[in-house]
């Protein structure tokens, strides 16, 4: 992605437009430069801007075990998939405080975890700077892998760059999928924040440590491919980092369709949901406990092979469990509705009909359905999705992303899988793939 220094004049970007189902290496496909941060808030000064565009992880179905002091932590070890968010963040001198913008719209810059990732917090590793200064208390615990550390540590006391650290930061992020719906774009937009806070300041290295600071999930989205989040052991939650299992061009066959079911902002929040199921759901640590270790290694296995059939299976199955542990939780959560229900059925039909796995659903919190196929069932599929939730009034706009071909439904397929259609339940589809 481009990030040009601001100067005298409002900081610009050029977002790369990826097609990606995983977090991969971007092939760039620049727009014309535009400005994400509203003139009126762009760095006049000495200052700078950095824009990324990693995408988010939805379909981790493995909830957040905050460790004290530590910051969000997998009870589980999950693996990604993704969309995009554009970031872009400035710093100057004539800011006088951080402000952020989502979707252009202001919101309160001063939540903890926010800050976790934006403020400096006393840094407690070897070769620690004594002049660095601690942070007031906090709802939240002192980030000691920030950016703007990071940052400080690489430079050193005598630098010369004109961006200062002290500068306050303004940040404009934008999704193109529905935010707060189930479709990580927390994990999206911490890991961009992260990402486009790195290019500002010019810091390299491991850097998913400091995005799970704001989002646990976000720690996925900072690298290519198929990527393990490790829960870690120690108490500080620094060996909590994520590795990629395999690069973005591993299965190239891959695909991704996410049927949208619904763009409001759910009822309860997914760290909100993750901590009440921690405290209350004896299914929960069973899970974490009894079921994971070895659906993590089959996972693996099945990822390396390439093996739809397991993967595909597996898939369904941890996702069906991680919403029984939202019905074990006190009181229940709900995340799944009536359509959600109707996509688990069609997939299943779809799939005995086939005598096979060739579609695969996971829903995260939310009841939008991310479905895998390989390349050669996408077009049928999405028939049976049209025939069965036919678009209410947005026919042109129905298929979105990547293109998908028109096929013609066997009389026979449509019998067996399509029940009484219901339309307008699914808003859109998006079809991704790994590039």
């Not at 050029?14 to 620049?30: E, F, I, M, V, W």
């Not at 196929?373 to 042109?396: C, I, M, Q």
């Amino acid at each position: 992605c481009h990030a040009k220094l601001s100067g005298t004049k409002p900081c610009r970007s050029t977002p790369c437009h990826l097609h990606l189902s995983y977090r991969g290496q971007a092939r760039h496909r620049p727009d014309p430069a535009h400005q994400l941060l509203p003139q009126r808030h762009a760095a006049p000064g000495p200052g700078g801007c950095g824009a990324v565009s990693p995408p988010p992880a939805p379909g981790g179905c493995c909830p957040q075990n905050p460790r004290s002091g530590a910051g969000p932590a997998p009870l589980a070890q999950p693996r990604p998939a993704q969309l995009r968010t554009t970031t872009t963040a400035a710093a100057s001198r004539d800011f006088t405080e951080d402000r952020l913008w989502l979707n252009g719209e202001e919101v309160d810059a001063a939540q903890p975890r926010l800050q976790a990732c934006l403020r400096e917090g006393e840094y407690l590793g070897r070769g620690a700077r004594r002049d660095v200064l601690v942070p007031p208390p906090s709802p939240f615990p002192p980030c000691h892998l920030t950016v703007r550390r990071l940052a400080r540590k690489r430079r050193g006391d005598e630098d010369a760059s004109p961006l200062n650290l002290s500068y306050k930061v303004h940040v404009a992020s934008e999704n193109n999928f529905p935010t707060a719906a189930g479709l990580a774009s927390s994990a999206a937009g911490y890991a961009c924040l992260v990402s486009a806070l790195a290019r500002l300041y010019g810091v390299e290295g491991e850097l998913s440590e400091v995005a799970r600071r704001g989002s646990g999930s976000a720690c996925r989205s900072m690298l290519g491919g198929f990527v393990q989040w490790h829960r870690g052991e120690r108490p500080d939650g620094r060996d909590s980092v994520a590795q990629q299992l395999a690069p973005e061009t591993h299965w190239p066959e891959l695909r991704v369709l996410i049927l949208v079911v619904s763009g409001e902002k759910k009822a309860v929040g997914s760290t909100a949901g993750m901590q009440s199921s921690v405290d209350t759901s004896p299914l929960l640590k069973y899970r974490a406990e009894a079921v994971v270790p070895e659906r993590l290694s089959r996972m693996a296995r099945h990822i390396q092979e390439r093996d739809f059939e397991g993967f595909g299976q597996l898939t369904m199955q941890d996702s069906n469990q991680f919403h029984a542990t939202c019905l074990d939780t006190f009181p229940p959560i709900f995340y799944l509705n009536d359509v959600s229900r109707a996509i688990i059925a069609l997939a299943h039909r779809y799939n005995a009909h086939h005598g096979r796995t060739k579609v695969a659903y996971t829903f995260d919190a939310g009841p939008n359905a991310v479905i895998f196929a390989l390349e050669d069932t996408v077009d049928e599929f999405v028939a049976v999705v049209r025939r069965s939730f036919p678009p209410a009034s947005n026919g042109d706009r129905f298929l979105r992303g990547l293109p998908v071909g028109t096929a013609a439904l066997p009389e026979e397929l449509a019998a067996a899988v399509v029940a009484e259609p219901v339309p307008g339940a699914v808003r859109y589809i998006l079809h991704t793939k790994s590039c």
